[in-house]
Every structure is written in C-alpha cells, then in structure tokens.
C-alpha cells in the first residue's frame, strides 16, 4: 500500500513554461486535493476534487487547473508558471470516519514536489 | 487577518520537557479542529483531531478546544527527540460534501536530547 504518492518530486522551471504535477493514490479515497505550502503562511488549498469527474476551487486557484479523469489520480497543471508559483505542493486524499452525528475525513497527504520557477 | 493565526516559534525544548502548542482562530463556523505533525521535507500526518469543545488525549498528546475563547492547543508531555517537527494546527467547517481545511502558518518544534 503505497498511500499518496506525488510525481515528481522536484522541478525547476522557466517562467512561462508549462508542467503538470501528478497524484496518485491507492486507498480508493473518493477526495483529492492539492495544496501549496509557502513559508509563513502554512498549506493553503489550490482545487479539490469530491469524485471522478468533478472539481472545485479552493482558496488561491488562480494559475493552476485539474482533472480527476480517473478515481486514483489527481492532475495539477501549471499553464504558463510564474515565480510566484514557486512553492511545495502537497496533493492529499481522505475518506470519511466517525460515528453519529460528527463525519471527519481524514486527509493523507503525499510526500510533496518542490517546484522552483525561475 | 488570518482566519488562523499559530506562533511560527522556532521552540526549542529539552527532553522530557512538556510542550505547549497554540492557535486561536477567528471564525466562530469552525467545527473540527485538528493537529498536523510534519517532519523536515515530509508531508503532514494526522496527529490528533476533535470535534467542537473539549479535551481529547492519546499517549503523551493532548489536544483541548476552547470554542469560547476561539483557542486551541496541544501538549506533548515527557517530550522526545523524535517530536522534532513542525506542527500544524488546521480546522474545519465540517458542512458540504468536502472538508476544506485552514491551516496555521506551523510552529517549528526542537527537543533537545
């Protein structure tokens, strides 16, 4: 059981250059999500995704987009990379537990890329 | 304004000491409120979670909630080398079909041998 695993693990970049990062997890978590992790000011959530098929933004979704075409995997894209969008991203997925009335899921989270963009 | 505002440290503690990790928050809406341990160039772990008030301990953690004062915090006692780590506290609304965390900025923990 692998867990989270995140593709690849480093990258240097061009401003301007596009790339994309790569999720893949093997516990059949229906959530995915990527987030960036910059100094200061902890992990903040790019997009998440609740199922095959569907996405949604978080809380800075700007310059980056997804696609969860499969169950196990999560795509992050970078169109044109910015020196802003130089950070660690994490991808993380999670599933639900708890009994009654409280739900939580708990998030897995990958190893992290780190990206320079020059 | 953060939403969650966490003391970046760095701390440093010797062995055995017990160690208090804080956040406050400002949203009143949030209902979970978890503990992330991340080792150096690691991804985080879950920790410890609870749900609304209370106390909630596991071995030598111990996680409290004080929805009033908007304040939670984390005590790890006879503290150990290999707690070295910087810990996130993180929250929840808890409604939707997703939980979208917030995260604090981290506080970066050295227990000294």
């Known amino acids: 059981n692998a867990g989270v695993t995140q593709t690849p693990k480093f990258r240097v970049l061009k401003t301007g250059q596009s790339m994309t990062l790569l999720c893949a997890q093997d516990m059949n978590h229906e959530y995915m999500y990527w987030y960036r992790q910059d100094p200061g000011m902890g992990l903040r959530l790019i997009h998440y995704?609740?199922?095959?098929?569907?996405?949604a933004k978080g809380e800075v979704p700007d310059g980056y987009n997804v696609s969860r075409l499969k169950k196990q995997n999560f795509l992050l894209g970078l169109e044109s990379a910015a020196p802003s969008q130089t950070s660690v991203y994490f991808c993380a997925s999670s599933y639900s537990l708890g009994r009654g009335g409280s739900r939580f899921e708990t998030q897995y989270f990958g190893p992290g890329t780190r990206l320079l963009v020059l | 304004q953060k939403e969650v505002e966490q003391d970046p440290g760095p701390l440093s503690v010797p062995e055995g000491a017990i160690v208090s990790l804080n956040c406050t928050y400002s949203n009143s809406a949030f209902q979970y409120f978890m503990w992330y341990r991340q080792y150096s160039r690691k991804g985080p772990e879950l920790l410890m979670y609870t749900y609304s008030s209370g106390n909630k301990e596991d071995g030598r953690f111990t996680a409290q909630v004080d929805k009033s004062s908007k304040y939670i915090s984390l005590f790890i006692r006879d503290s150990q080398p290999s707690d070295s780590a910087t810990y996130l506290c993180a929250m929840s609304r808890g409604s939707g079909s997703a939980r979208q965390l917030t995260f604090g900025s981290g506080t970066q923990l050295t227990v000294l041998p």
């Open positions: 995704s609740v199922g095959e098929g569907t996405t």
